[in-house]
Every structure is written in structure tokens, then in C-alpha cells.
């Protein structure tokens, strides 16, 4: 057992003590050693020199555990034996004594598919066991059994085998079978098994057993893997960071004639960005970056002068659009789309930055202003313009308006208008919310400002799909929060399809035409004739 050493301790521990649970219930992701844990026990506590946490595995109950010949050892498949009726006859069969073990062991796998029946079937017998019956059960899935159940259970939970014990266990096993593999070919096997140990010697007897050869080149396991070459992704990061866009059009077809699928090779572009930013924010020798030291290497250098929000708006546009990816008949396609997206992202300093520099600017100037000694500049007297005698002749025949009946006007036209802080204005805010989330500024631009007002904005968009307004959905507390920063107030931003829009103009023509009956009604008309009547609210 790798890596588990929290869980067979904790046995062995047991063991010595004579104090093992009844009922044992092991958890933890696919491949971590919980069936190989349970079958150990089995012959930990049947062993013929135990029940010791060293068995022997040369005596006849072991060599029959081991074979799976033992008849006191009973290994169910949760899934294939769910029913209510197989777990009563485990339950009958429990009373009987082991055959020729010390302990009768059932071990369930994937316990959480048992159905609820068979679970309250099963509660009496983990209530109050015989003493020789001991129950072992695996699941990757804990959530899902009842909490009547693990109340009665011992638990324990496996975690992920990290990359650099796995790469030794299979390292030992190549130099075992006399095969030669490089350190980093292993490691590559060891990342890819993704903390399964199950899952890494799948891989490793695929690679032995698809070559005569005792020395394996490493690009033979690359091609048996189907891994991306750490220096193609180097490649195309260093594109979208140089925005050249024929270059990643170049390393797509090149992806695609290679057989990779697209789809891994997306998912792999995320996580090496993920690289990316761990490395910028942490260092190469952080432990939560589990590549190679020599893709770490490089990864440091290209990244190191890279701004952390460059890394982090490529990152968050890649999880964005990830569905699409996974989702689109045109994988191809919408990987290209995706990435060369992303050459539009400036790389260069924030818009939100400067707005917040030149803020502070401006009230620097505005304090110096108010200062005692400080004095603006003077403006010139303005020259007086003497108008021609014709045009003089011509405007007094004119007819002048009488300003003299509405005085609001004559004040109104006096005032100038005042000026207007572009930056403050719907535009600026587009402007903003282009920095951060480009994908929804394009699909804003595309709408119009039905309304702006002083506690909201409604804008519409025409032909909206219903995937777009989902996105948009999705987005809608970080543009309330941009709206209230950018603009200092609480703002409400209301996007509305053109679908929306037609079923209202549908339901304003409906009210209006049922106004307009109820006018036309004969006893209105009549009333309206009796009386000289006027209608003032309809």
C-alpha cells in the first residue's frame, strides 16, 4: 500500500491491541489501495500466526485469500448485489461459524450502490454482530450511504497518492522487470495516473508491453499517452503572450494531425496556465505544482515578466468558455476562436488603474487650487465683433421671439450646459468592464440604452441566444458591483432580449386595443351624449 500510511498505521495498531472494529468502512478517491486495504486485513486477521499486522502469506489461509479461494472470505459487488433479498442472506448466512478461518470477513465494494432496503436490512446485524463476522466496506461515494449506517462504522479515508511516491513505486518496478525509463518519463506517468496508484500501473503495463525494446524512449511514451510535448505548450502560451495569431492556428492543425483530441488538449492549455500563475505568485518550488522541474524551469522564466493579471484574465476566459469546448460539434473551431479571443486582451496597464492615478491627480490640482497665494491664470478680454450693417438690418426686420411669456426659457439658454465626465457615462463603464470581462462587453456593445436614469440603466440586446443571456446571467453580480464602484451609486443593469421587448409591445397594443373597445361601448357613448361628458381617466 502506497501512500496511505495514516490508514495502515492506524491498523496495525488496532491489530496489536486486539482492538479492530467490527465494521470497517474505507473511503476515498478511485485507485487509492481501498479493496487492496481490506483484502491485507483479511489476511491480518485470519493469517495462521495472527491475528498479527505482519501476515505471513505463506500459510494456507493467506495463499487462499490471496488466490480468492477462501471460503470463510466473501468479496460482493455492491452495484450487481443491491437487493434486499441478497442482503437477507447474507444476514442468514452470518450466524453460521467460519469454515476453516478464524474470522468470517465480508467485504462490500461500492457499498453506496446497496439500495435503501438493503441498508435497513443490513442495520441489525452491524447493530449487534457475531463475534467471528467482520464487515469491510469501500466506497468512493460516502455521501451517499445512510448516516445510520457510518455511525456504525469505523472510517477511514485514503487520499490521493502524491506524484513523487507513485513515481518510486513504478520506478522500482521497471528496475524489477529490467526495463530502462528516464526520471522524467516516470514523472510524466506519475502525473498522468492523477493520484490513482491503480490507474499509473494501467499506464505502466501499457507502455512495457506496446514495445520489445528494455530502454524506452521518451517520445515513444509521450505517443503511447497521448500527452501534449511540454515544449508545444510552451509554444502556444508564448503566442497568445506575443499575439500571434498564425502561429497558434499553425500549432492547432498540427495538435489536431497528431491524433491528440482537441478536447484534452484545451484542458491541458488551462492547466498550464494554472502552472502559470502558481509559479508567478508562489515559485518554481512550490509543492502545488506537480510537472517536471524542467517545464518548471521555463515556465519561470517566461513568466516572470508577465503581469499576474494578464495570466489570471487568460485563465478566467478559459474556464469561461470551457462548455463550448465541451459541448461543440466544431471542436476545432471553437478552440481557435477561443484562443485567438484572447490576443485582443491587453497585456498593459488597467484602465480601472488610471482612472484611480488620475483621480488622485485631480485632487492633488484641485487642493493646490485652495491654497492661500495661489492665483488662475487670467483669460483675455474677448475683442468686440462689430456685425456688418446688412446682417444688422436683416435680423431687426426678423421676427424676435418673446422670451418675456416663459423666463425659464431665457435662463435656460443662458446656462451652459454642464460638462459632461466622459469616464462617469455608460461608455466608460463599457470601457471598464472591457478589461475584465471582454466576452460580455462584446455582447453589450451589440445592445442599446433604452433608459438612464438616476437609480438604473436598461439596455437591450436584439437577437440575444438564450446562451448568451445566460452568461450574462452569470455575470450579474460583478456588473452590479462594477456599476456601483465605477459610477459611485447603486445601479441596477437590466439586459433584455429582443423577444422580451416584443412580448411587451405585444401586451401594450393588447391594453390598448381593450381601451379603446371599452371607449366604443354603447352605454359610454350614451352617457358621454346624456350628460356633455368629458372621460378624464380611462
Same mark, same amino acid.
Given at each position: 500500500?502506497?501512500?496511505?500510511?495514516?490508514?495502515?498505521?492506524?491498523?496495525?495498531?488496532?491489530?496489536?491491541?486486539?482492538?479492530?472494529?467490527?465494521?470497517?468502512?474505507?473511503?476515498?478517491?478511485?485507485?487509492?489501495?481501498?479493496?487492496?486495504?481490506?483484502?491485507?486485513?483479511?489476511?491480518?486477521?485470519?493469517?495462521?500466526?495472527? @491475528?498479527?499486522?505482519?501476515?505471513?502469506?505463506?500459510?494456507?489461509?493467506?495463499?487462499?485469500? %490471496?488466490?480468492?479461494?477462501?471460503?470463510?472470505?466473501?468479496?460482493?459487488?455492491?452495484?450487481?448485489?443491491?437487493?434486499?433479498?441478497?442482503?437477507?442472506?447474507?444476514?442468514?448466512?452470518?450466524?453460521?461459524?467460519?469454515?476453516?478461518?478464524?474470522?468470517?470477513?465480508?467485504?462490500?465494494?461500492?457499498?453506496?450502490?446497496?439500495?435503501?432496503?438493503?441498508?435497513?436490512?443490513?442495520?441489525?446485524?452491524?447493530?449487534?454482530?457475531?463475534?467471528?463476522?467482520?464487515?469491510?466496506?469501500?466506497?468512493?461515494?460516502?455521501?451517499?450511504?445512510?448516516?445510520?449506517?457510518?455511525?456504525?462504522? &469505523?472510517?477511514?479515508?485514503?487520499?490521493?497518492?502524491?506524484?513523487?511516491?507513485?513515481?518510486?513505486?513504478?520506478?522500482?518496478?521497471?528496475?524489477?522487470?529490467?526495463?530502462?525509463?528516464?526520471?522524467?518519463?516516470?514523472?510524466?506517468? $506519475?502525473?498522468?495516473?492523477?493520484?490513482?496508484?491503480?490507474?499509473?500501473?494501467?499506464?505502466?503495463?501499457?507502455?512495457?508491453?506496446?514495445?520489445?525494446?528494455?530502454?524506452?524512449?521518451? &517520445?515513444?511514451?509521450?505517443? $503511447?499517452?497521448?500527452?501534449?510535448?511540454?515544449?508545444?505548450?510552451?509554444?502556444?502560451?508564448?503566442?497568445?503572450?506575443?499575439?500571434?495569431?498564425?502561429?497558434?492556428?499553425?500549432?492547432?492543425?498540427?495538435?489536431?494531425?497528431?491524433?491528440?483530441?482537441?478536447?484534452?488538449?484545451?484542458?491541458? %492549455?488551462?492547466?498550464?496556465?494554472?502552472?502559470?500563475?502558481?509559479?508567478?505568485?508562489?515559485?518554481?518550488?512550490?509543492?502545488?505544482?506537480?510537472?517536471?522541474?524542467?517545464?518548471?524551469?521555463?515556465?519561470? &522564466?517566461?513568466?516572470?515578466?508577465?503581469?499576474?493579471?494578464?495570466?489570471?484574465? %487568460?485563465?478566467?476566459?478559459?474556464?469561461?468558455?470551457?462548455?463550448?469546448?465541451?459541448?461543440?460539434?466544431?471542436?476545432?473551431?471553437?478552440?481557435?476562436?477561443?484562443?485567438?479571443?484572447?490576443?485582443?486582451?491587453?497585456?498593459?496597464?488597467?484602465?480601472?488603474?488610471?482612472?484611480?492615478?488620475?483621480?488622485?491627480?485631480?485632487?492633488?490640482?484641485?487642493?493646490?487650487?485652495?491654497? @492661500?497665494?495661489?492665483?488662475?491664470?487670467?483669460?483675455?478680454?474677448?475683442?468686440?465683433?462689430?456685425?456688418?450693417?446688412?446682417?444688422?438690418?436683416?435680423?431687426?426686420?426678423?421676427?424676435?421671439?418673446?422670451?418675456?411669456?416663459?423666463?425659464?426659457?431665457?435662463?435656460?439658454?443662458?446656462?451652459?450646459?454642464?460638462?459632461?465626465?466622459?469616464?462617469?457615462?455608460?461608455?466608460?463603464?463599457?470601457?471598464?468592464?472591457?478589461?475584465?470581462?471582454?466576452?460580455?462587453?462584446?455582447?453589450?456593445?451589440?445592445?442599446?440604452?433604452?433608459?438612464?436614469?438616476?437609480?438604473?440603466?436598461?439596455?437591450?440586446?436584439?437577437?440575444?441566444?438564450?446562451?448568451?443571456?445566460?452568461?450574462?446571467?452569470?455575470?450579474?453580480?460583478?456588473?452590479?458591483?462594477?456599476?456601483?464602484?465605477?459610477?459611485?451609486? $447603486?445601479?441596477?443593469?437590466?439586459?433584455?432580449?429582443?423577444?422580451?421587448?416584443?412580448?411587451?409591445?405585444?401586451?401594450?397594443?393588447?391594453?390598448?386595443?381593450?381601451?379603446?373597445?371599452?371607449?366604443?361601448?354603447?352605454?359610454?357613448?350614451?352617457?358621454?351624449?346624456?350628460?356633455?361628458?368629458? %372621460?378624464?381617466?380611462?
Amino acid at each position: 500500500v502506497v501512500g496511505q500510511d495514516h490508514v495502515t498505521t492506524t491498523l496495525k495498531n488496532a491489530i496489536s491491541s486486539d482492538r479492530v472494529a467490527h465494521a470497517i468502512l474505507f473511503t476515498g478517491p478511485r485507485g487509492t489501495g481501498k479493496t487492496t486495504i481490506a483484502r491485507i486485513l483479511a489476511k491480518a486477521m485470519n493469517c495462521k500466526i495472527g @491475528p498479527s499486522p505482519l501476515p505471513c502469506n505463506t500459510c494456507r489461509i493467506c495463499k487462499d485469500i %490471496i488466490e480468492g479461494h477462501c471460503t470463510d472470505v466473501f468479496e460482493i459487488d455492491g452495484a450487481s448485489n443491491n437487493s434486499v433479498d441478497q442482503i437477507r442472506d447474507l444476514r442468514e448466512n452470518v450466524a453460521y461459524m467460519p469454515s476453516s478461518a478464524k474470522y468470517k470477513i465480508y467485504i462490500i465494494d461500492e457499498v453506496h450502490m446497496l439500495s435503501t432496503a438493503a441498508f435497513n436490512a443490513l442495520l441489525k446485524t452491524l447493530e449487534e454482530p457475531p463475534d467471528h463476522v467482520m464487515f469491510i466496506f469501500a466506497t468512493t461515494e460516502v455521501h451517499k450511504i445512510p448516516s445510520t449506517i457510518l455511525s456504525r462504522c &469505523q472510517r477511514h479515508d485514503l487520499i490521493r497518492v502524491p506524484v513523487e511516491l507513485i513515481s518510486g513505486h513504478l520506478k522500482s518496478l521497471t528496475e524489477k522487470e529490467g526495463f530502462s525509463i528516464k526520471k522524467e518519463s516516470i514523472n510524466l506517468i $506519475a502525473r498522468e495516473a492523477d493520484g490513482s496508484i491503480r490507474d499509473g500501473l494501467s499506464l505502466l503495463d501499457r507502455i512495457l508491453s506496446s514495445t520489445a525494446k528494455k530502454e524506452i524512449d521518451p &517520445q515513444w511514451i509521450l505517443n $503511447a499517452l497521448g500527452v501534449i510535448d511540454h515544449q508545444l505548450m510552451h509554444d502556444i502560451c508564448a503566442a497568445i503572450f506575443e499575439k500571434n495569431g498564425a502561429k497558434i492556428i499553425e500549432i492547432i492543425e498540427r495538435v489536431n494531425d497528431s491524433g491528440i483530441d482537441l478536447k484534452k488538449f484545451y484542458a491541458d %492549455i488551462i492547466l498550464y496556465f494554472r502552472n502559470f500563475s502558481v509559479i508567478r505568485l508562489c515559485g518554481k518550488d512550490s509543492p502545488a505544482v506537480n510537472i517536471m522541474e524542467s517545464e518548471k524551469e521555463i515556465i519561470f &522564466q517566461t513568466v516572470s515578466s508577465i503581469p499576474i493579471e494578464h495570466v489570471h484574465a %487568460i485563465l478566467q476566459i478559459l474556464l469561461e468558455e470551457e462548455n463550448i469546448v465541451r459541448y461543440s460539434s466544431h471542436t476545432r473551431i471553437a478552440i481557435e476562436m477561443i484562443l485567438l479571443n484572447l490576443l485582443q486582451i491587453d497585456s498593459g496597464a488597467r484602465i480601472d488603474h488610471i482612472i484611480h492615478q488620475l483621480d488622485g491627480l485631480a485632487r492633488q490640482i484641485g487642493s493646490m487650487g485652495s491654497e @492661500p497665494g495661489y492665483s488662475a491664470a487670467q483669460s483675455p478680454e474677448p475683442k468686440t465683433v462689430h456685425p456688418l450693417k446688412g446682417a444688422e438690418n436683416k435680423l431687426s426686420d426678423e421676427k424676435k421671439p418673446d422670451l418675456s411669456r416663459n423666463p425659464d426659457s431665457s435662463r435656460n439658454l443662458s446656462q451652459e450646459a454642464p460638462p459632461t465626465d466622459e469616464r462617469k457615462t455608460w461608455q466608460g463603464l463599457l470601457k471598464k468592464i472591457e478589461q475584465s470581462l471582454p466576452f460580455i462587453f462584446a455582447l453589450l456593445t451589440k445592445g442599446s440604452v433604452k433608459e438612464d436614469t438616476h437609480d438604473k440603466i436598461l439596455v437591450e440586446l436584439e437577437n440575444c441566444s438564450s446562451f448568451d443571456m445566460k452568461r450574462i446571467e452569470n455575470k450579474e453580480k460583478e456588473l452590479n458591483h462594477m456599476c456601483r464602484e465605477f459610477l459611485g451609486k $447603486a445601479l441596477t443593469i437590466r439586459v433584455l432580449s429582443q423577444n422580451n421587448k416584443t412580448d411587451e409591445n405585444l401586451q401594450q397594443k393588447n391594453e390598448t386595443k381593450t381601451r379603446q373597445s371599452n371607449l366604443n361601448h354603447p352605454l359610454v357613448v350614451e352617457a358621454k351624449r346624456m350628460f356633455n361628458g368629458e %372621460i378624464i381617466n380611462s
